[in-house]
């Protein structure tokens, strides 16, 4: 089935023959769908802390950071911001001239508040020797659409999310990238540095560099601090090859394999690089202008706060179980920890030596750890957090995506349509072990969460492997908490129209 031009191709991907093939028999066999428990909730599993816990969470963040120690804020920004402007480019390529559709209509009769409005009507004047006013009283409308997408005009169909103008100041408007740095400076900074990590794509990674180097002493003046910036790229070694609806390899008109990117849950390897003891992780279109930051910002350090306090106990216990010092009591009272605030459940533990029972509080307590932030469920798409079987047979908390729930079981489809919250992609990560190591990262993944969906090159049908998700089954055996977070803290923008939200204007 594979050609020696083909071992060359993969091999300088950095990808084995090995991978090639379990991948290939991965469209055979396709993917097990996950064991639910029940959705998780506030009385299963989700943490809502009271206020005076929110405050003790605040000071234990900010305690942990006065140790010096090192911060990061990881930004997921790759790809071209194409499907913000789905509706758009409809409207530019349509057989009518006017706005007709609601989207349509509510984009031209509120152009004016857009971010980028300013930058648009010059390139309009500059392109079509109008400006938006005169276009839009002429019915030129399209003129207005195609010189916000196309390259000779602000070319937003083919940048990336993070360096599009969301949010309009005094001083000028600003990109997600720039909010991104301001909330680095707000919450993430130690000993007045502030550590934020973008991946980005290849191409994009120049017009990243360039807005950073513009702008970075801008905010660092302004927030007193440092900024250390780092990108890093999804690695080729985690694309995956594609294959024809029977299986075969996808070949490309030259006959060369066709490789696609392995969905976000290839920033694990990107992750794993990070020098880090505490990564945020969150996406780069949920920001907030300035006057909304300070929700964001305190609930950001009551999750920190979470992770640290946990952390701190688990690196105790750890300590505990390394030195033989226990007994009987001691290790019911880890039990408990795990069972309890990690929300991590064995059925058979009554059953296990005490022996054993070291050996699986050792596994349980020495692995990364990660507080999820969720929101009450709106109906936003995308995944939510499940009390899930694991493939040792423990019940802990999960994040799931619709794709990896089985749709014919009726029971496990009532409970993620009736779940209360939602994932928000709001996470705070611990890293390093209790002697300070940094884990392997990628030894913490289920492959067996990956999934398979349908797309099409050059009219041909083909089937595309996904990774597992990184906050899905890439961070499947992490010891995973959730808090409930105020919904204010979830403004993500996935169409141009959605700026126009009070949040974001």
């Not at 707000?186 to 290849?202: D, I, M, Q």
Request: aromatic letters at 10%.
């Amino acid at each position: 089935m594979l050609e020696e031009k083909d071992l060359k191709q993969i091999a300088d991907k950095g990808i084995s023959e090995q991978q090639i093939e379990t991948q290939l028999k991965q469209f055979e066999t396709g993917f097990p769908f996950l064991r639910l428990e029940a959705a998780a909730s506030i009385d299963k599993g989700i943490i809502a802390p009271s206020a005076d816990e929110q405050k003790a969470y605040i000071k234990a963040w900010e305690d942990y950071k006065a140790e010096g120690k090192q911060v990061v804020k990881f930004v997921p920004a790759s790809g071209a911001a194409s499907r913000m402007f789905k509706d758009v480019f409809a409207f530019v390529d349509a057989d009518y001239d006017v706005p007709t559709t609601d989207f349509e209509k509510i984009y031209f009769a509120h152009i004016k508040a857009f971010a980028f409005y300013d930058e648009l009507n010059a390139v309009c004047k500059k392109n079509e020797g109008k400006d938006i006013d005169t276009l839009i009283s002429e019915g030129n409308y399209k003129a207005v659409a195609a010189n916000m997408l196309k390259p000779e005009g602000l070319n937003y169909g083919q940048l990336p999310k993070g360096m599009l103008l969301f949010h309009k100041y005094a001083e000028g408007a600003r990109t997600p990238m720039e909010e991104h740095l301001v909330e680095g400076a707000l919450y993430a900074a130690s000993k007045g540095e502030a550590n934020v990590h973008f991946t980005v794509s290849h191409e994009h990674v120049p017009f990243f560099k360039q807005k950073v180097a513009d702008k970075m002493q801008q905010y660092a003046d302004k927030f007193g601090v440092k900024y250390n910036i780092s990108f890093s790229e999804q690695k080729p070694s985690t694309d995956t090859i594609a294959a024809n609806p029977d299986g075969t390899p996808f070949r490309n008109s030259d006959g060369s394999l066709l490789f696609r990117p392995g969905g976000h849950g290839a920033l694990i390897e990107n992750l794993n690089e990070i020098n880090a003891d505490v990564i945020f992780i969150k996406n780069i279109d949920n920001v907030v202008p300035d006057r909304l930051k300070p929700e964001t910002v305190e609930w950001k350090q009551i999750i920190a706060g979470v992770l640290v306090t946990l952390q701190k106990q688990a690196f105790e216990y750890m300590q505990v179980l390394e030195s033989g010092r226990y007994d009987h009591a001691k290790l019911e009272e880890i039990i408990r920890f795990v069972q309890q605030k990690l929300c991590c459940r064995k059925q058979d533990i009554k059953e296990l030596e005490d022996a054993e029972l070291v050996i699986y509080l050792k596994k349980k307590l020495n692995r990364p750890m990660r507080v999820c932030g969720v929101v009450k469920n709106v109906g936003e798409p995308g995944g939510g957090p499940f009390l899930t079987y694991n493939q040792d047979g423990t019940v802990s908390l999960q994040i799931l995506e619709s794709s990896q729930i089985d749709k014919s079981n009726a029971e496990y489809m009532k409970m993620f349509t009736e779940g209360t919250h939602f994932n928000p992609v709001d996470l705070v990560c611990a890293v390093k072990d209790y002697k300070g190591q940094p884990y392997n990262l990628p030894d913490f993944v289920d492959p067996t969460t990956g999934f398979i969906s349908s797309k099409s090159k050059n009219g041909k049908e083909l089937q595309a492997l996904e990774l597992p998700g990184l906050w899905n089954g890439a961070m499947s055996d992490w010891s995973t908490v959730f808090v409930e977070v105020p919904l204010g803290t979830f403004n993500p923008v996935k169409t141009v129209n959605d700026l126009l939200r009070e949040q974001h204007q």
